[in-house]
């Protein structure tokens, strides 16, 4: 009888961990929302003007042109098309966090604005 209490003891306590790791792991995801930049968007003064805001802001210290070199690297947008801007800024990449959390999907989505327009100076 006690092995018995033992092993549902054991069960309970497994079944207990693993849920609360699969929180954990489902906390650590960040999703990326699905997003539409329209070139109406994109090419709006407020949106652009949003983003450059958070840019001077946030993004320069490490992205800007007196950022300490290789403390980040330096931007390319026309390499770059805008959901792949919008992702790297929602969900960071490297050495870079995600602001997800830190700015709205609107701040967030007015940053890609401004680093695509022809405004962009980093």
């Known amino acids: 009888m006690r092995n018995r209490v033992i092993a549902a ?6 079944v207990a961990m693993l849920v609360a790791a699969q929180s954990r792991a489902d906390e650590d995801e960040i999703v990326v929302e699905d997003v539409e930049f329209t070139d109406a968007y994109m090419s709006d003064s407020a949106n652009i003007k949003q983003g450059h805001e958070i840019w001077v802001e946030q993004c320069q210290h490490c992205h800007g042109s007196k950022a300490y070199p290789g ?8 390499k770059y098309k805008p959901d792949f801007v919008f992702y790297r800024v929602t ?13 709205s999907l609107e701040e967030r989505m007015a940053v890609v604005s401004y680093v695509m327009s022809k405004e962009f100076s980093p």
């Open 9 to 14: 003891a054991t069960g309970v306590a497994l």
């Open 71 to 78: 403390k980040a690297p330096k931007l390319k947008p026309r």
């Open 91 to 103: 969900k960071g990449f490297k050495g870079m966090p995600p602001w997800k959390d830190v700015y």
